[in-house]
């Protein structure tokens, strides 16, 4: 079982959370009120970086994907920290 399917097990019920396509891998948790999917933002880079350059990534990321708005959106967390 992948860690998306288990948020949605677990979490889905109460809140609608916003899952974003092709970020599967980068999924790292939920937030303590269970209204968001934690994702980690090296991970999502590298899966960006699948298709461009690490420029274009991270340009596509912050135009396309951190700018997104709204209730129930993901969090973006630095977890290189370890």
Do not use: H
Not at 4 to 27: H, M, N, R, S, Y
Not at 44 to 57: H, K, Q, S
Request: hydrophobic share 45%.
């Amino acid at each position: 079982m992948t860690i998306k399917e288990i948020i949605i097990e677990q979490f889905t019920e109460d809140e609608p959370l916003v899952f974003l396509d092709g970020f599967d891998e980068a999924i790292i948790g939920v937030n303590v009120g269970g209204t968001s999917v934690i994702y980690s933002f090296v991970k999502g880079i590298e899966i960006l970086e699948e298709n461009m350059t690490n420029e274009e990534a991270l340009d596509y990321f912050y135009f396309n994907v951190a700018s997104l708005q709204g209730e129930n959106m993901p969090i973006w967390v630095y977890d290189n920290y370890a």
